[in-house]
Every structure is written in C-alpha cells, then in structure tokens.
C-alpha cells in the first residue's frame, strides 16, 4: 500500500512537471510531428490488419451461434456492428497498442534515463519532463481517434467480407441492414473520447515508469514489463468508469 501510494505521489508530481508551457514552441511542434508519425502512423498497419481479422471471426461466430430461425439474420451484422463500435475499436484495440507503443515509450524514456541522457538535461536548465513527455502524449492523443476510425471501417469491412462466407444463411443484404438498423451515432463519439483518454493513460504511465528508471538494461525491461501491465489494468479500469458515466 505504502508503494502504490508513493509510486502515485510521484506520477502526479511527474506530470506536474510534464503539463506546462513548452520553453520552445518551435522545437515543441518539431518534436510532436515526430512523435505523431511514430507512435501514430507507425501503429496504422497493425491496427488495420487485427481489425479486419477480428471483425470477420465476430461475424461467422455470432453466424455459427444464431441457430434459431425465430432470430432474423440482420442481428449478426448488428450485433457485429454494435460490438466493434463499443469496445473493440475503442478498448480492446488500446490494449493492443498499450503492449506496442507503452512497451517503446518506457523503453526510450528509460535508456535515457540510464545513459544519463536526462541527467544532462536537467543540468542544463532543461524540463526534461516537458520536453521528453508532452510531445509523446499529446501526439498519440491526436492520433489516437484516426486509428480508431480505421479500426471501425476495417473491421466492419471484415464482417462484411465474413457475410460471403459464413454458414447459416447469412447474406450481404442481410448483414447490410443489421448494419444500418437502429444506428446511434453517439457510439462513435463515445469511442473517440475514451480512446483519448486511454492514449494519455498509456503514454502518461509509460513515460512514468521509464522516466523513474534505476540501474541498468536490465531495469529497463522490467520498465517497459511493468508499464504495458499497469497501463492495461488502468484501461480495463477507465472502461468501467466511462461506461458507467456515459451510457448509462
């Protein structure tokens, strides 16, 4: 309890330090663009490519499920739909990107950390805080809903594509409608705001752990171990509570 409570003590005084005026804003901006490409644009392939698998397994599952001929067929590609928008695009798809981008967050912070990189920083009147971390989370929270856009489109394209193959009778038409039936588009939004908020949890706790990195390459793997567990836990938690606030 005494370590959860000091290892918290010092999250918030590291972000306190993180969220203030960049020195620069040249170099700010510099720094953002790249920080955008990396964590960003770097993590499109992945996301594009795990959505559309993942929304082809939903569609012929809930096809191989849905038996009985008292359920019309359209609810696959609503249910399908409905599940994609509210968790997997949105939950599932940043703990996926809690493993690759914390894991690279963690382990960069901290291999500057050790080499005494920050050190050098800070003896030159640099807030390496603001200047290592801002860029970091602020450009995955920018990026962060494009991804999940794509991850919405590819995986219903996914469906899509699962409703030429799946049994059980389902058809394009069909599954078509169970798209369109009943849309609410606040599901979107809803998915957009929380993976914002996961974006600045992944990469504030990322940045935390490598940033209060001690010792050598050895503890930088643990850094980047324990920031993707932490940063998951902290996701599932942060799904919980913005479920409960906004539908509900």
Not at 167 to 178: D, L, R, V
Request: glycine share 8%.
């Amino acid at each position: 309890m005494r370590k959860a409570l000091q290892s918290m003590g010092e999250y918030t005084l590291l972000m306190m330090k993180c969220i203030k005026k960049p020195d620069r804003w040249s170099m700010f901006f510099k720094q953002l663009s790249k920080e955008v490409y990396k964590l960003g644009v770097d993590s499109l392939w992945i996301v594009i490519i795990i959505s559309i698998f993942i929304g082809t397994v939903i569609a012929i599952q809930i096809s191989l499920n849905i038996s009985s001929p008292l359920i019309p067929k359209f609810t696959i590609g609503y249910t399908t739909r409905e599940i994609i928008l509210l968790e997997f695009s949105s939950s599932i798809m940043c703990l996926i990107l809690a493993g690759k981008v914390g894991s690279n967050i963690a382990s960069e912070i901290g291999t500057m950390r050790v080499t005494e990189q920050i050190d050098a920083m800070e003896i030159m009147g640099v807030n390496s805080a603001n200047f290592l971390i801002l860029p970091k989370m602020v450009g995955l929270m920018i990026f962060i809903p494009v991804l999940v856009i794509f991850s919405m489109f590819t995986g219903i394209c996914g469906g899509i594509s699962a409703s030429y193959l799946a049994p059980n009778g389902m058809t394009p038409a069909s599954f078509e409608y169970g798209l369109q039936f009943y849309f609410n588009d606040f599901y979107i939004w809803y998915s957009i705001i929380k993976s914002i908020v996961y974006a600045f949890l992944i990469s504030s706790i990322a940045a935390y752990f490598g940033y209060n990195v001690r010792g050598g390459a050895l503890e930088v793997g643990k850094a980047s171990t324990n920031a993707v567990v932490t940063s998951s836990v902290m996701i599932l938690l942060a799904d919980l509570v913005l479920t409960h606030l906004m539908l509900t």
